[in-house]
Nanobody, 125 residues
Framework: QVQLVESGGGLVQPGGSLRLSCATS????????IGWFRQAPGKEREGVSC????????YYADSVKGRFTISKDNAKNTFYLQMNSLKPEDTAVYYC??????????????????WGQGTQVTVSP
């Protein structure tokens, strides 16, 4: 059974940093596309970043390029989202997700099979 457990959210001031973690139950991340999504109150879910399992490329939403970094540690079966220079508009519940197939549209949440429980990130003075 695939399980994803998120951690690392919290309250941070604008300009600050947080690192989100997504621990997975013992399988190799090499065979999965992994992604991070977020949903702010009253807004639709938004794709934030992805590591593709087909071309090993990383993808980012324009709104986070240059500020967020996705990474993974295969030995720990864990992947991460490092978030720097946080802005109030980054406030949302963040979700990790993965799928054992190639994703065609990385920011389309319907392509992912497994999801974390979500962690709240609040950016406020």
């Amino acid at each position: 059974q695939v399980q994803l457990v998120e951690s690392g959210g919290g309250l941070v001031q604008p300009g600050g940093s947080l690192r989100l973690s997504c621990a997975t139950s013992g399988f190799s991340l090499d065979y999965y596309a992994i992604g991070w999504f977020r949903q702010a109150p009253g807004k639709e879910r938004e794709g934030v970043s992805c590591i593709s399992n087909s071309d090993r490329m990383t993808y980012y939403a324009d709104s986070v390029k240059g500020r967020f970094t996705i990474s993974k540690d295969n030995a720990k079966n864990t992947f991460y989202l490092q978030m720097n220079s946080l802005k109030p508009e980054d406030t949302a519940v963040y979700y990790c997700a993965l799928v054992p197939r190639m994703v065609h549209i990385w920011y389309d949440g319907t392509e992912y099979d497994y999801w974390g429980q979500g962690t709240q990130v609040t950016v406020s003075p």
